[in-house]
């Protein structure tokens, strides 16, 4: 067992509600879903995402890596939540935290959606679900994003949800299919931020309701 096992919480919710989403962790039977949303975004989940396309080409392949991925989150090694419309019952997108360290602690956040950017005001609600989960239930100091040139929107979107973008690292990154190098842009956010920010959410709630 990890040391970053032994500092998360025993138990916690593994389900996340918010007002039009629910967030899971992936299950048998997802792996239709799942390989569909790749295939039919695949344009711009590369390179971000290029080798999660290249590893789910067959439905046998999508189910294989649902099932990784629920092993990996039974072991915490990732979180990662698949999302659907509460009401539709309709795979959307994914938002995950991945590549832990518990020394920090802190964990990368990572996200795509399908329809983008209809699909924007949804995936701003699932991150701020997600963030909550980092912060209060697993109990993370920093949460950070990494994007290409290709994907900068959502760095954008994690600027809205109250990230800051901390620089560009030059030549940091090289796609699954590809020898090109790419700048990457860097967003954090602390747990000060998300404190401050949560703060400043229930004083104007409170003064909307004077």
């Excluded at 954090?188 to 703060?199: A, C, F, K, L, P």
């Amino acid at each position: 067992m990890s040391i970053l096992h032994e500092t998360l919480p025993e138990s916690f919710e593994n389900k996340l509600e918010t007002k039009h989403l629910l967030l899971r962790p992936y299950q048998e039977g997802d792996e239709n879903d799942f390989m569909r949303l790749l295939q039919e975004n695949s344009s711009i989940l590369n390179p971000a995402f290029g080798g999660r396309l290249a590893r789910v080409r067959a439905l046998d392949d999508a189910r294989i890596q649902v099932k990784q991925l629920r092993t990996e989150w039974e072991n915490r090694k990732v979180f990662d939540f698949g999302v659907w419309l509460k009401e539709e019952h309709e795979y959307i997108g994914d938002i995950a935290l991945k590549n832990l360290d518990h020394r920090v602690p802190k964990a990368e956040l990572g996200l795509y959606f399908t329809s983008w950017p209809d699909t924007r005001e949804l995936a701003l609600e699932a991150l701020q679900a997600i963030l909550t989960f980092a912060f209060d239930t697993l109990a993370l100091n920093k949460v950070y994003l990494r994007c290409t040139a290709s994907n900068l929107y959502f760095g954008e979107l994690a600027e809205d949800s109250g990230f800051l973008k901390e620089g560009l690292i030059r030549s940091d990154y090289k796609g699954a299919d590809s020898e090109e190098l790419l700048d990457l842009s860097y967003y954090g956010m602390t747990r000060q931020d998300y404190e401050q920010r949560q703060r400043h959410a229930s004083h104007t709630n409170s003064a909307a309701l004077a």
